[in-house]
């Protein structure tokens, strides 16, 4: 049961309310591997839901198009507060509705289209929103990018140091979305600093792991700093752009009026919520034990034989190449979603597969975390994901694996409370 549980969306509305049931309960009884999701709090859960998503409030705090900002201002003036505060940043603007259009709002504040920016390779662990050629950012902008290393599968600094002086990209990504290893930002900073390129750090998987210093701090180092505020950091689905006072002006235009108009108000307040959260020395812990968690993880595929992109992890991420296991990263997928182990197939680097039917698997430890499983767990999890693997290369038809690993892992998970929902009875 939802707790609180949702008595009128019962009433009103039961075929839905049921649907929200059946999800939490599917979230409760599986083991949550993929590496961008979580569990937020019943504290942001509420703050979601409340009535603040009745309020427009364009424009900024104590310069709205609307009145009746008496509450709203004070919620929005405490999320800034608190993301200055816990990544050290000069500035803060929290109403990006989500990652996506936080990273187009840095285009828009510092570039024209047609400029060139110089970013991650998708397939190489980058975003769409770092000039791959899908996204709008890679259609508007001359989009030049790095890769990692064949060798080591860390980024490859002199490659981006190259690029960077040759083309003169006016912004400078960093971050991405399967890099399992420590960004160093200082090194970026420097090249783009070189380059007299602007650099931004999209710290959207990682935040939780920098604000509870589990991972090196971008600031000081990126001009600009986005982030996602729904994976490791554990809050609402929601971003956050970040940088010194001297963007915060043009950041703030690109926003609004640049290209919102509202901003999320519930949201907005349910940041302010996780921010806060994450301020306390438990989020410190669970960070720590999220990368504690991971390298068990880690450890433990390498003793059965699995393939680690750059060998192994520095944060909540691995990246695992099935190439030598038989079996693609797809049915690999959906076998052990099917075995209650949920995660996503992912592309590799050099990956000789297609993007939608990619080579590898990615994985996270931030929702299992969150549950409380602990490093002594992972070699189960990874035995588990082991006997699926194997069995979905040795014939995809057959679910009896699959079902038996499922009744164990409902059997472990049930030992797990989840934040804001539990079975009934
Ligand atoms: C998740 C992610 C984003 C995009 O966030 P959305 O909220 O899905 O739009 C951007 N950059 C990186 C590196 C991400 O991991």
New binding site residues.
């Given amino acids: 049961m939802h707790r609180p549980s949702l008595p009128h969306l019962h009433r009103q509305d039961p075929d839905l309310a049921g649907l929200v049931e059946a999800e939490a309960r599917r979230q409760f009884e599986k083991i949550r591997l993929i590496a961008?999701e979580n569990y937020v709090s019943p504290a942001v859960l509420e703050a979601t839901g409340s009535v603040l998503t009745n309020k427009y409030s364009e424009g900024y705090p104590g310069r709205r198009y609307y009145e009746g900002q008496q509450n709203v201002d004070p919620v929005e003036l405490l999320a800034v507060e608190r993301a200055r505060h816990l990544f050290g940043a000069e500035h803060a603007n929290v109403q990006p509705y989500?990652?996506?259009?936080?990273?187009l709002a840095v285009y828009a504040a510092f570039l024209r289209p047609g400029d060139t920016v110089l970013g991650l390779s998708l397939p190489m662990g980058?975003?769409?929103?770092?000039g791959w050629s899908v996204s709008a950012t890679g259609k508007w902008f001359n989009a030049v990018r790095y890769e990692v290393r064949r060798d080591t599968g860390r980024i490859d600094l002199d490659q981006v140091r190259e690029l960077a002086l040759k083309e003169r990209p006016k912004l400078i990504w960093c971050?991405?979305?399967a890099l399992p290893r420590t960004i160093d930002f200082a090194a970026f900073a420097e090249i783009a600093r070189e380059a007299g390129a602007v650099l931004a750090a999209?710290?959207?998987?990682i935040a939780g792991l920098v604000a509870g210093g589990a991972h090196p701090s971008p600031a000081g180092h990126a001009d600009v700093v986005?982030t996602?505020t729904?994976?490791t950091l554990r809050g609402p689905?929601g971003?956050m752009i970040l940088s010194t006072a001297e963007h915060a002006a043009a950041l703030d235009r690109a926003v609004f009026p640049g290209l919102q108009g509202g901003p999320h108000n519930h949201t907005t307040a349910a940041i302010a919520v996780a921010l806060a959260e994450a301020a306390r020395p438990d989020f410190a812990e669970y960070a720590h034990r999220v990368v504690a968690n991971a390298r068990a993880l880690a450890d433990a595929l390498l003793e059965r034989g699995y393939d680690l992109i750059s060998g192994g992890t520095d944060t909540h991420l691995i990246l695992i190449d099935l190439t030598n296991k038989g079996v693609p990263g797809k049915p690999a997928a959906r076998a052990l979603d099917a075995a209650g182990i949920e995660l996503n197939h992912n592309a590799v680097p050099f990956d000789p597969r297609k993007p939608f039917d990619p080579s590898g698997l990615r994985v996270g430890t931030a929702a299992i975390t969150t549950r409380g499983l602990t490093p002594d767990r992972m070699p189960q999890i990874a035995a588990w994901i082991d006997e699926v693997v194997t069995a979905a290369a040795a014939d995809p038809d057959d679910a009896s694996v699959a079902d038996r690993v499922a009744a164990e892992i409902r059997e472990l998970t049930a030992a797990y409370p989840m934040p804001g929902w539990a079975p009934a009875g």
């Fill in positions: 961008s989500s990652g996506s259009p936080a990273n980058g975003h769409l929103t770092h971050g991405g979305t999209d710290i959207a998987h986005t996602t729904h994976k689905r971003a």
